[in-house]
């Protein structure tokens, strides 16, 4: 691999980075996905992603937009699309007419066959809507790259200033809320977040990888007895290692990189939980409590 890398790191090396600073901050944040039970919003937050670039594919066609503005517009309209779900999911979701379940179907359903619609009419983009899709483009823009890296860092800097806060209102919100912990407010920094990178990276990655890099590091993490900093750590480095890892492997067999990509995280997530349930079997039980005494009889 090393050789590999030092014949055609120059080629690779945005690509190569741009997987690995994506996976980190989505593996990161996918902790909270996936602890939450809210796996089906990075899904939605994809495939509305997706939506967003194949729409500016299509004015681009249709209006002769080149250059600086056309590459703006695709992850400008992820980030709107996004950015309009998760208001959605924080201000309507928890109405009783319309439950968070019912808005992710309609922003998973609704994006997706708006695409496969839109998909056709764009001929000349076509290849470029399936590398949005299924992640199979292999190299990215330099401008995707310093756009992930500039959320990445976003996202680490809000974790470690407000960590606590974060968890506590996602683990336990009823509590927090009693506390006077902004709840909502937190929310929406953390949907924000999650929407502001799921695009980001659906532009740069594709919409398949961007789901398997939320979801499988932190489903393999959070199966380890290992505290919840170093679940956050560990779903952090695993969401590199895959990105870098699958990337590599779609090198060396000519496979999609997308598909790649999370075929490793699945791999990884596989081995943390296996590593998992050797460790909590190895681990020392607590002794049994004796009985109690009988009292003598009188």
Do not use: C
Not at 215 to 237: H, Q, R, S
Not at 253 to 260: E, F, L, N, Q, R
């Amino acid at each position: 691999m090393f050789e590999f890398l030092a014949l055609y790191g120059d080629l690779y090396r945005d690509p190569i980075l741009t997987a690995m600073i994506a996976g980190l901050g989505l593996g990161l944040l996918g902790v909270y996905v996936v602890s939450r039970r809210i796996v089906f919003v990075s899904a939605a937050l994809s495939q509305t992603s997706a939506l967003g670039v194949t729409i500016a594919f299509y004015l681009s066609a249709q209006l002769g937009l080149t250059g600086l503005l056309a590459e703006l517009l695709a992850p400008a309209l992820a980030i709107l699309l996004s950015t309009l779900v998760v208001f959605g999911l924080v201000w309507l979701g928890e109405r009783p007419t319309l439950g968070r379940d019912a808005l992710l179907g309609v922003a998973f359903i609704v994006p997706t066959a708006l695409v496969l619609l839109l998909g056709p009419l764009i001929a000349h983009e076509l290849h470029e809507v399936e590398a949005v899709l299924h992640g199979s483009a292999v190299l990215v823009r330099e401008s995707d790259l310093y756009a992930i890296l500039g959320a990445t860092l976003l996202v680490v800097f809000t974790q470690l200033v407000a960590f606590r806060a974060f968890v506590f209102a996602s683990l336990d919100p009823l509590v927090a809320r009693t506390q006077g912990v902004p709840v909502r407010r937190l929310d929406a920094i953390l949907f924000g977040a999650i929407a502001l990178l799921t695009g980001l990276s659906t532009r740069a990655l594709g919409a398949l990888p961007t789901f398997g890099l939320t979801v499988l590091p932190a489903i393999g993490a959070l199966g380890l007895n290992v505290g919840l900093k170093w679940v956050f750590i560990i779903a952090a480095t695993s969401g590199a290692a895959s990105g870098l890892l699958g990337y590599m492997l779609a090198l060396a067999t000519d496979w999609s990189v997308g598909a790649s990509q999370t075929l490793v995280a699945a791999l990884l997530a596989l081995a943390l939980r296996a590593l998992g349930l050797i460790l909590n079997r190895r681990a020392p039980r607590p002794p049994a409590t004796p009985p109690p005494e009988k009292a003598p009889p009188a």
